[in-house]
């Protein structure tokens, strides 16, 4: 199952959109702490987070806790980024990729890009700075559920 890890989110409405995301795409999602606000479960659900009961969170209490997870684990870190990477859709992703995105003030520090597999960047028009975090998320889960074929849903849309 492809993972979107959350780095030390801050802004609640942008996890809410891509815990959202996740639960309609099956993805699993990784939340690496401290993040800006509460992201308790029970914080979650008081938040109206109707979404939560359709997809598996797990908190990492910092980026070493969530390394040593993902070592045992033996997945890769794909980290989303503006910073000298190669675009998304030139990246052969594996289907149980974790996808970071991060933090919506700072992105992530140096040690977070050093631990990186591979850095993918959805390419923007130049001069401008970046895409809002949950749509670059939703646009790198697209393509890596299109590569990997991922992406199984129940009902075929109706016409
Ligand atoms: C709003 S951006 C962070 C901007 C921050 N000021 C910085 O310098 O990194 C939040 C996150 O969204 C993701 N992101 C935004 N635009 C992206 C793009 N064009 N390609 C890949 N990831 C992107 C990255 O994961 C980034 O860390």
Request: aromatic fraction near 6%; include cysteine; charge should be neutral.
């Given at each position: 199952?492809?993972?979107l890890?959350?780095?030390?989110?801050?802004?609640?409405?942008?996890?809410?959109?891509?815990?959202?995301?996740a639960?309609?795409?099956?993805l699993?999602v990784?939340?690496?702490?401290?993040?800006?606000?509460?992201?308790?479960?029970?914080?979650?659900?008081?938040?109206?987070?109707?979404?939560?009961?359709?997809?598996?969170?797990?908190?990492?209490?910092?980026?070493?806790?969530?390394?040593?997870?993902?070592?045992?684990?033996?997945?890769?870190?794909?980290?989303?980024?503006?910073?000298?990477?190669?675009?998304?859709?030139?990246?052969?992703?594996?289907?149980?990729?974790?996808?970071?995105?991060?933090?919506?003030?700072?992105?992530?520090?140096?040690?977070?890009?050093?631990?990186?597999?591979?850095?993918?960047?959805?390419?923007?028009?130049?001069?401008?700075?970046?895409?809002?975090?949950?749509?670059?998320?939703?646009?790198?889960?697209?393509?890596?559920?299109?590569?990997?074929?991922?992406?199984?849903?129940?009902?075929?849309?109706?016409?």
């Amino acid at each position: 199952m492809l993972r979107l890890v959350l780095y030390q989110p801050d802004i609640p409405q942008n996890t809410g959109t891509m815990l959202r995301m996740a639960a309609c795409l099956g993805l699993a999602v990784e939340i690496v702490e401290p993040a800006g606000f509460d992201v308790s479960d029970r914080h979650l659900r008081r938040a109206g987070l109707d979404y939560l009961d359709h997809v598996a969170i797990t908190r990492h209490r910092s980026f070493s806790a969530f390394e040593a997870w993902r070592a045992e684990a033996g997945l890769r870190l794909v980290l989303a980024t503006t910073a000298g990477a190669r675009p998304h859709t030139d990246f052969a992703f594996r289907p149980d990729d974790c996808v970071m995105v991060g933090r919506e003030s700072a992105g992530v520090p140096d040690a977070v890009h050093a631990a990186a597999d591979a850095r993918v960047v959805v390419p923007i028009r130049a001069g401008l700075r970046s895409l809002n975090v949950a749509v670059a998320a939703a646009m790198i889960a697209g393509e890596a559920l299109r590569q990997t074929g991922g992406f199984e849903p129940d009902r075929a849309p109706s016409a």
